[in-house]
């Protein structure tokens, strides 16, 4: 079945880097979408890409859109504390658009 | 303008107990998804309801779960005689059902513990 593979799986870094992150599959995807998740509560989108190229800004974060329909990246530039947390891709089913297949997680921390 | 919610936010339930999670969706939502999340892991899609209808559980163990979508009140998933391996972080999303992008709101989860 459909998969998502994210890495790294974990990143610490110090307040004020600038971080990356990717997504990848086996199969094509058609939407990407990139949440975030912070300890005791759900999933928030973050960004959301349609179009395979697509460049998508949202604040400090930038995710793109593969061209092959089989990779995203999300890039958060000049990390702050509040940005710790676990980032999620995910894409919807190629079955049933209405079911997302989701990635492990990158788990983000900053130090101060 | 309350997001999803999720009720309770915490439950221990022993072996062999019911479990009953609530899910009301944001206001204009008729659209309910199911997801459950294991320690260190993504989230897993169990079910997809429409008021009075259940569209995909396609995700959702065939003995044991359950889920209802009410004309009226939240959904409920339902697990019955539950083991140490249902315990998990149970979230809701719900959706317009409108539209082709993913306008998917979660709740804060229900984090069940079996012991």
């Known amino acids: 079945g459909q998969q998502l593979n994210q890495s790294p799986q974990s990143m610490f870094i110090q307040e004020g880097e600038d971080v990356s992150m990717n997504c990848t599959s086996s199969?094509?995807?058609?939407?990407w979408l990139w949440y975030k998740q912070e300890p005791g509560e759900g999933p928030v989108l973050l960004i959301a890409?349609?179009?395979a190229g697509e460049l998508t800004s949202n604040g400090r974060l930038t995710a793109q859109f593969g061209i092959t329909r089989k990779d995203s990246f999300l890039n958060i530039s000049a990390s702050i504390p509040s940005d710790v947390g676990i980032y999620f891709c995910?894409?919807?089913?190629?079955?049933?658009?209405?079911?997302?297949?989701w990635g492990l997680g990158t788990s983000l921390a900053v130090n101060p | 303008n309350a997001g999803v919610m999720q009720n309770p936010r915490h439950l221990v339930r022993r072996r062999g107990q019911e479990a009953r999670l609530r899910c009301s969706p944001m206001?204009?939502?008729?659209?309910v998804y199911w997801y459950r999340q294991l320690p260190e892991e993504g989230l897993k899609f169990m079910v997809y309801?429409?008021?009075?209808?259940?569209?995909?559980e396609s995700g959702m163990p065939k003995e044991r779960f359950s889920a209802e979508f009410p004309k009226e009140g939240p959904s409920i998933l339902r697990i019955q005689q539950v083991v140490r391996g249902d315990s998990a972080a149970y979230f809701c999303?719900?959706?317009?059902?409108?539209?082709?992008?993913?306008?998917?709101?979660f709740g804060s989860g229900t984090r069940l513990t079996v012991v």
């Open positions: 999303a719900s959706s317009p059902g409108t539209g082709s992008d993913y306008g998917y709101t």
């Open positions: 206001k204009g939502h008729s659209h």
């Open positions: 309801l429409q008021k009075e209808n259940i569209i995909d």
């Open positions: 199969s094509i995807f058609n939407t």
């Open positions: 890409l349609y179009k």
């Open positions: 995910a894409g919807p089913n190629a079955g049933n658009n209405r079911k997302l297949i």
